[in-house]
C-alpha cells in the first residue's frame, strides 16, 4: 500500500468469536517436567541473565547518567571464530556496544518478570526497577526510546530500519513492560512503553507525511498486539496491521531509505530482501525464506493480526508458508535455518545435521509462530509442531541448570560443542529464558465458549469462561507417561467446549469423561477432541495417550539424513551421546529390526526415559594401519543407549548424534 | 641450525650411486592417454595460460616499460564467493596485482617450454621470448629479480620471507627457465635466474652476516636442485640443503623478521607455524600439518636433498610423514588439504567429501613429492600413490580440452561444482599445465646402471646408462588394459637392471622376458620386478597387469565415508554423474554382491572405461508430501553407471559422488 492509497484493511472488525487467546503466565501454575524448567529459570536462569548483561557492560549504553560507552563496532561483525572466542568468556578488550541491547535488556525484564511471578526474589527486582528507572529517564520528550541511537549514534533515529533493529528493540521492550506490568502490577514500563508505542504510530502509518517503513527485524509487530491486549487499545493492534501489511509493498521503503542515506541500496550485505522477508507483500509470500528467527516473528504478527481480525488473506498465506517450512526446511528437532551465513534458509531439503545453525531463538520462534497459528482455532497441524520445538530444538539451548546456553543446535557433534555462558550476540539466552518461564501461557487457548488443551503436563489453571471462574488441574508425568487426568472446577455450572488435543505420535489414544468411555474418532475435528457439556466441580476428564516410540525417515530428498533413521518417543526426539556409547558414534548402525527398549532412569539428568537397542558398531582395532582397503570394516554388538535431545551436553563433553545409520 | 655453528651436513657427498633421477622431458615421447592429456596442453592450455595473464593484466606488473600498476591488495584477501565471482570472468573492477604472479609467469613459461617441445608454436615462442626479456630488463645489477618488490612494494625485499612468497616466485621462474632451456636451447631465462640464484646465495646463508631465513610458501628447494642438475653447480644443491636445513630452527627466522618489521610475532594470520612447516626442524616432523601445497613443496625438497646427498636423517622424516599422510588424511583420489580455511590439513581422518579442498596444486604437489621419494630407489609404495593422484585428484584438475581448471577437487558435488575460466589466485592452471606437460619425466628413473619404470603407457624413452644410447618403448593401451609390451634396444649390448613397477593393485600378474615367464615373486622387491641382464636390440619384456575391479572401503574412523563404498578400475578411481545416474546421486544404494563390469565406450570422453552395477534407489515420487515419517521409503531397482573421476564435469552439469552408499 502507498501513501496516495489509504487503505480499507485498516479498519477493525470485531474480534472473531473463535479467536484463541493464550492464558496470561499468572493464570498457568505449572509442576512436573516443566516445573523443573521453570523453576532452573527463577532460580539461575533469571539472576544469570541480569549479572551477565551487567558484566557484559549492557548497563553503560542505557544508563544516561553514565557516559556513553561510545564503541561503535562495524554492522557486520567478527568471523565466527572471533565470536566463539567472546562466546566463551568475557575480555575487557572485546566487549563492545550493540544496537540490539534493548531488545536483551527487553528479554531479560521479561524473563525476570515471569520469574518474579514464580519465586519472589526482592534483590533481583530492585536491580529490574533500576533498569526500568533508567529506561524512564533515558525517554525522550516526544516519546522516544533508543539507547542505542540516543547515546551512541545520535541525530540518526529512523535513517536505517533495514539493518539497525529499531523497532525490534521497541518491539522487545513492550513485551518486557507487558510481562512486568502482568507478573508484578507495576505500570512503570508498561507507560513507557505506551508513550514510546503512542511515538512510533506518530511516525508511521498510511497517513500523508508518515513514514511508510517497518523493521528489518520484525518482532514489534507481535509485541504491540500484546500490548493492545494487555491495554485494550485497539490503536496498538491498528499500527501492528499496518507493519504486517506495509512489508514488502512497492516503492520498497528500505530502497527509499538507502537513498535518503546516500547509500546505493543494490550494496546491501545480504543482497536480497528475502532476509527479512520484505522481497514481497507478506500475502503473496510462500517461501520460508532469509533470516530463520526474522520469518518466526514476522510469522507469529500475521497470525496474530489473522487472529485478532479474522483476515482469511493472511491466513492462507501462512498455510503456504507452515507447509514450505514443515515439508522442506525443518529438522526432526524442530530446528531451523540451517545456514550460519544468513542465519536462515537455504535451499529445499538442506539440512546439514553437524554444521546446523538451528539457532535457539530459531525454535523459540517456531514455538511462538505456532502457537499464534492456534489462535485461529485449535488444530494440532500446529500444536503438535510447538510440542516438538518446545521439547526438543528450542529447550536444548538451555542446560538443564539453568546457566548455560546454546546458540546452535546442531544434529551431530564430534565432541566440540557446548553451552556457553555468553555470546557477543546474546540473543539466546534471555530468548529461551522468557519462553521456559512463561510455558504455562502455551498450555491453553481461550475463547469466548471454548478452551482448546494444546500442552499436557502437571499443572494448575485459572481462568474466566461465560463469566464464571474455572480451575483446570492436570495431573500427569507427560511427557514421561501419556496418562492425562484433567479435573475442571468451574466456580458454578458452566457450559463450554473443552478441546483436547490427540497428537499424531500417539498411535493409540482412550478418551474417558468422568470415568466413560468417549468415541475419539467421532469426537476428533483437525487432531482435537471436542467435549461440549455443561462443567460441574468435579468434572473428570482422563486422557490416555500411548507414549509411542517411533523410528522416524526423512525425506529421501535429504540428503544429509539418507540411509539413517532417529528415534522418538511421544513427542521428544532422542540421540546418542558419547558418554553412554563411547566414541565414535558415526561407526553405529542400527538395524531396522532392532527392539527398543524404554527404560525409565530417574537418577539420570534430573529423571529421564531412555531407549536402548541391539545395534552394531564397525570396529577400528582389527582394521589396522591402512586408510583404504577392499575389505570392508568387520562389526561388532554394540548396545545403543539414547536420551532425549533436550538433555545432551549435560554430562561429560562428547560426541552427539541423532541420526543414526540403518544397516 | 645457527649462525654460530656452521654445520658439518653441508659438507657435499658424493651423489649416491642408487639415486634415480627423472629423465628430462625432452628424452620421454608419450603417446596414448597421456600424449591425448599433453596434446591438449600443447593445443590449448598453454596459449591459454599466456592469454588469460594478459587478460588479468599480469604483462602489467613485469614489464618494466609499463607504468607500475601500483595496486596493492591485503594480503589475506576475499572471501571465497568474492573469489568464486572474480574466477568466473574477469571485470575490470576487480583485477588486482598479487605478489605470487612471478610464480605464475614461470609456471606458464615452464607449461609453454613443454608445450614448444611437443608441437612447435613460434607465435607463442615469441610471447614467452618478450615475457623474458621483460625479466632481463627488470633484474637489478645484483642479481635481484621480484616484479612485487621491485615495482609494487619497493624498498621492502627480503623483509617478510614468512607472507610474501619472495624466494618462492624465485623457484618457480628457476623451473621455468631449466624447463625453457631444455625444450628450446635458449640459455637467457636460465642465465637470469643463475644470476639471481647466485645473488640469493650471497644473501641467506650459514655464514656469519647472511640472514638465516627460507621462504614461507616452500619452492625455492626444490627448484634449486633443479637448477643444479641442469647446469651441473653444486652450490644451487647447496642453498637447497641450507633451505632445508635451517627451516624451523631456532631462533626461528619468522619471529625475528617480524620484531624487525616492527610487528608482533605472535599477531601471525595463521596464528601457528605449522601453517608453513617452520614450526620444528624438519627432521623432527612426524606429521602432515598446515597448508598442503606448501608441505608437498618442502617435502619434495627433503627428498630431493635426501636422494642428492644420501641423508638417512631426512629418509626417515619423510617416511614418517608419509606414513602419516597416507593412513590419516589422503582423499581416495590423491586429493589432499580438506579445509579452504587453511588450504590445508586439519585432525586425523577428517575428509570431507563435498566441501573438500584438495587443491589441483596439492595433488599436483604430491606427485612432486612421492615422485622425488622414487630417487631414493624404486618403491610401489611411493610409485602407486604417484600414480593414483596423477589419475584421479590432479588431472581432475584440467578438463579434457585442456581449457578449463578447478581449484578445488571435491569427491561429492550437489551440481554447483565446475571448472572455471581463471581464479583470483591463478596457481592451478599453470601447475597442473606444466604437470601434464612433463609427464614422460615422470615415467622412469635412472641411476648409474639401471632404469626404473614407474609408470605404463604408449611411449618411447630415449636415454644413456653405462656409456650406451637406449630406447625403450612401451607399446600399451593403458590405463584401459593392462597389457604393456616393453621393447628395449640398446645401441650396443650393455648390462643393467631394469626395475618394472607391478602395482598393488593388480592382483594377478604376469611377467615375461622374450617370451619366458620370470618368477614374479621371486623378482619384485618393493613392489619392482627387477631384471638385470645384458640387454641387446630387439629384447622384449611383456608385463600383464590384470586391471582389477576393486571396492574400496574407507578406515571406520573416517566418519564421511562411513557405510560408504568407491569404485575402482586399475589405478581409476571412479564418481558416478548425473547425466548418467539422474539426479538425486545420494539416494543410490549399491549391495556389496552386485557384480561389477566394465565396458570400453571408444566415443564416451574421448574413450573410457566405464563400470556398471545393478543398485537400488530410494524413490521420491511416491514418498508424498512429508519431511519425516514412521515408513522407511521405498527402493527401486536401478542401474549405476560410473566414470574415471577425472573425467567428471565435461559433460552437462549436474551432481557428482565417489563414495556410493552401501545397502
Redesign the interface.
Known sequence: MTASQPAKETSTPARPKLAFRPLPVPQVDVRGFWGDRVDAVAARTAGILYDRCVEARMLEQIDPDRPSPGIVIPFHSPSPDEAGEQGAEFTGSTVTTQMFWDSDWGKTIETAAYSLYRRRNSELEKKIDAVIEMYEKLQQEDGYLSSWYQRIQPGLRWTNLRDCHELYCAGHLIEGAVAYYQATGKRKLLDIMCRYADHIASMFGPEPGKKKGYCGHEEIELALVKLARATGEKKYMELAKYFIDQRGQQPHYFDEEARARGADPKAYHFKTYEYNQSHKPVREQDKVVGHAVRAMYLYSGMADIATEYGDDTLRVALDRLWDDL???S?Y?TGGLGPSAHNEGFTSDYDLPNETAYAETCASVGLVFWASRMLGMGPNARYADMMERALYNGSISGLSLDGSLFFYENPLES?GGHHRWKWHRCPCCPPNIGRMVASIGSYFYGLADDALAVHLYGDSTARFEIAGRQVTLVQTSNYPWDGAVAIEVGPEAPVAFTLHLRVPSWSRKAALRVNGKLVDLEAATVDGYAAIRREWRQGDKVELDLEMSM??????????QD??R??LARGPLIYCVEETDNGG?L??I?LP?EARLEARKEPNLLGGIVTLSAIGSR???EK?G?????????AAEETTVRAIPYFAWDNREPGEMLVWL???
Do not use: C
Open positions: 514443515m515439508t522442506k525443518l526432526v564430534r517411533a523410528r522416524l525417515f526423512a525425506n529421501p530428498q535429504v540428503r539418507i540411509g533413521v532417529a565414535g558415526h561407526r548402525a531396522r564397525a570396529e577400528t582394521w594401519h591402512d586408510l583404504y582397503r577392499s575389505e570392508p570394516p545409520r540403518e544397516g
